[in-house]
């Protein structure tokens, strides 16, 4: 059964970091691309980084291009989004998720996640 499980969320001010992580187990952790996506109260979801071909390759969406980082660790089947510079605009909850396939279409969007973790609280304060 697969379970993603998002931490790292938190209260910070703006121009403050935070890292995110997302533990994948119940599948082989290397054959599926993942994401972050963020939503925010009275938004749709929407789509921040995404990462495949066992963290080769990465996309941004250009909302947080040059500021966030996604990355992962493939021995510990986890998944990590480094978060610098923040702006109030950024206070959402945070999600990742796992792709239904090996690489996404750029730019990727919320149906080519096929699994989702629970969601982590990031709020940033001006």
């Known amino acids: 059964q697969v379970h993603l499980a998002e931490s790292g969320g938190g209260s910070v001010q703006a121009g403050g970091s935070l890292k995110l992580s997302c533990v994948a187990s119940g599948y082989t952790y290397t054959t599926y691309c993942m994401g972050w996506f963020r939503q925010a109260p009275g938004k749709q979801r929407e789509g921040i980084a995404g990462i495949y071909y066992e963290g080769e390759r990465t996309y941004y969406y250009d909302s947080v291009k040059g500021r966030f980082t996604i990355s992962q660790d493939n021995a510990k089947n986890t998944l990590y989004l480094q978060m610098n510079n923040l702006k109030p605009e950024d206070s959402a909850i945070y999600y990742c998720?796992?792709?239904?396939?090996?690489?996404?279409?750029?730019?990727?969007?919320?149906?080519?996640?096929?699994?989702w973790g629970q969601g982590t609280q990031v709020t940033v304060a001006s």
């Open positions: 998720a796992r792709c239904s396939y090996s690489y996404f279409a750029q730019p990727f969007r919320p149906e080519d996640f096929a699994y």
